[in-house]
């Protein structure tokens, strides 16, 4: 699960957390934060984790490496989640049956299910997110040009946003969708630059 695209999901199916670990080229991690902290901080509003695969098609299911994942922090939060993992056409859901530590059933995921709207939502950005990175639009923008709330917009337009200093040098890179809540993390002084809300 480690290279993979995902996002943490409430129990209303928004997203909590996009996790999209790769940063391209960017010396920065746009995902510092780990995800298990994050797991942990929201452990009483989740739903599940999501994830993608390759390719299309039915066959779509969990790898060794994604059940011993799920069943450690399953253990670790002491209950049981739900594990989506999309790829290009079709969506399952996985979901511990027991009565084995690494027992895991693999169900496509029902209508209901699908027609959800923030479930809609974040299945159309994950695709986006892993099946269409050359067709990522990148805005690119010096770090004093652009308020953080308007960063996090452009994100979840599904736009990559590339700040870069006043020699044009990439600082760090950011989305689509995995957008901080906080910037300090990254840019010690990016704060400053703006009302602490970004107004
Ligand atoms: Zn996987």
Redesign the pocket.
């Known amino acids: 699960?480690s290279i993979?695209n995902g996002c943490l999901i409430s129990l209303d199916g928004s997203v909590l957390h996009w996790h999209s670990p790769v940063g391209r080229s960017s010396v920065y991690l746009p995902d510092s934060r780990n995800l298990w902290d994050i797991i942990w901080e929201n452990r009483n509003n989740l739903y599940g984790f999501a994830?993608s695969?390759p390719g299309s098609g039915v066959g779509l299911g969990?790898?060794w490496e994604?059940i011993t994942t799920f069943s450690a922090i399953e253990i670790g939060l002491g209950k049981r989640l739900v594990w989506p993992?999309i790829n290009r056409d079709h969506v399952v859901l996985v979901k511990y049956s027991g009565p084995k530590k690494y027992h895991y059933d693999v169900e496509s995921a029902p209508e209901e299910f699908l027609c959800q709207d923030n479930t809609r939502n974040w299945i159309s950005k994950l695709r986006h997110l892993s099946y269409c990175d050359q067709d990522i639009e990148e805005i690119i923008i010096k770090k004093d040009e652009l308020s953080p709330d308007k960063i996090r917009e452009l994100g979840d337009q599904g736009k990559r946003v590339i700040i870069v200093n006043e020699h044009g040098k990439t600082m760090i890179e950011y989305g689509p969708y995995n957008m901080p809540d906080d910037y300090s993390d990254f840019y010690p002084d990016f704060e400053e630059q703006f009302s602490k809300k970004g107004n």
Do not use: R
């Open positions: 699960m993979e994830h695969h969990p790898s994604d993992i």
